[in-house]
């Protein structure tokens, strides 16, 4: 590979150095002048290569030996594919951070349970607020997501306005924070969006995702008729889910037993932000005795199949506090992320083999799961309101950048471009073009190095 270096000056740029052809380590670069500024800094979930528990990070020797040029990093959201690596590489960069609150309390709290002992410059924003960066007036528009706080990030630039979507769903009714606003993309629509780069996950499944209040009433019947305990797994990070599984249990006289410390670090961060007012505080496992078992809910991390994660310690009898009971439910309030069939294969054969009845949303006629991305129809709707000159589909594996391409094209847009991990884009003038490539790649490290 030559390396890319012929910038020319006024010309708008895209560099994503992950979150293309894959789930995870997100990072988008946008470049004008000399002036760089990054949206999201994440990790991936899985390699394939490596050990589970490996931090699998994106190469930034790139931007880093530009670090001088780069004028700051958004966070669009606090989930570990956007943020997950800012607190072992920002050393390297050490731009200003933009963050909203929850993103902010995220931060703080990895860098505290890491020991990490540095001053990250971090600038916290709220949803809606506008600054600069660098010579870039930016934004941060609400959106619903499965985390509270998430963004969608506007770029204004000499060339027009970019909106990088950032991970999104139409929520009607989501658990935490408001219902999502049509009227802020329909303004920004309005207005003229030149380049919308937007999330995939879901462009290839029919519909809508559907609203978080229906998993809510769903989890609801289905637990009114399990007569024994109750262990639901979903990703710690699901703010608004964990609310649903609580609310659910508290309609059934049912007490909730967080397992997992990621679990209790999000939902430290969501009681002290106000997102958990109206439900009861949760119990650790030592509480567990004080009530009985077909009286409880536990929520659980590892449904993904991880090793390391409380459910499969606890189908292993590895936990010490949890053992599996015969007849126990456990109920997946999640999706098999593409990759990790085996694994979550592996884990529910565990879990049987213990005499556990599993329940998966395939099993149930009740709705237990619904994604926190947009299917098909959301895509549209954001294309009809955004009216984007131009898209590029990001966030996910090249099928499903490719189904978020069709959409975009039956919309009307007719400059479309699946990037890859680690080209060159110019965005403007003239239509989006790949002129070159950078180094890119894949940064395996154990937390322990960066303790
Ligand atoms: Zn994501
Ligand atoms: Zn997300």
Known sequence: MTEFTDFQPDALYYIPLGGCGEFGKNLSLYGWNGHWLMVDLGISFHSENHPPGT??????????????????????????DHIGAVCYLWPRLRCPVYATPF????????????????????????????????????RVAPITHSIPESTMVEIKTNH???????????????????AYDASIYDEMGRDGVLLAVSDSTNANIPGRSGDEIDVEEGLTRLFS?????????????????IKSIARAAAANGRRVILAGRSLWRFSHIARDLGYYDDIEKFDGPKEMRRHARKQTVIICTGSQGETNAALSRIAMGQHPKISPIPGDHVVFSSRIIPGNEEEIALLQDQLRHAAQEVI?????????????HPCADEVAQLYTWLKPQKVMPVHGTTAHQQANEEIARRCGVSDVLVPANGQVIRVAPGPLTVVGEVPHGIVAAQPEEYA
């Open 103 to 138: 993103a902010a309390a995220f931060l703080r709290a990895k860098l505290r349970d890491n020991n990490m002992d540095y001053d990250l410059e971090l600038i916290e924003i709220n949803p809606g607020e506008t600054f600069y960066v660098g010579p870039y007036h930016c």
């Open 55 to 80: 931090l699998i990070m994106p190469d930034i020797s790139w931007i880093e030996k530009r670090r001088k040029a780069l004028a700051g990093l958004i966070i669009t959201h606090a989930h570990e």
């Open 360 to 372: 998966t949303p395939a099993d149930v006629p009740e709705t237990i799961y619904s994604s926190g």
């Open 160 to 178: 027009g306005r970019i909106v990088h979507t950032g991970d999104w769903k139409l929520d009607h009714v989501p658990s935490v924070g408001d």
């Open 225 to 241: 008729r399990l007569p024994h305990r109750i262990l639901v797994t979903c990703f710690a990070s699901n703010v608004g889910r």
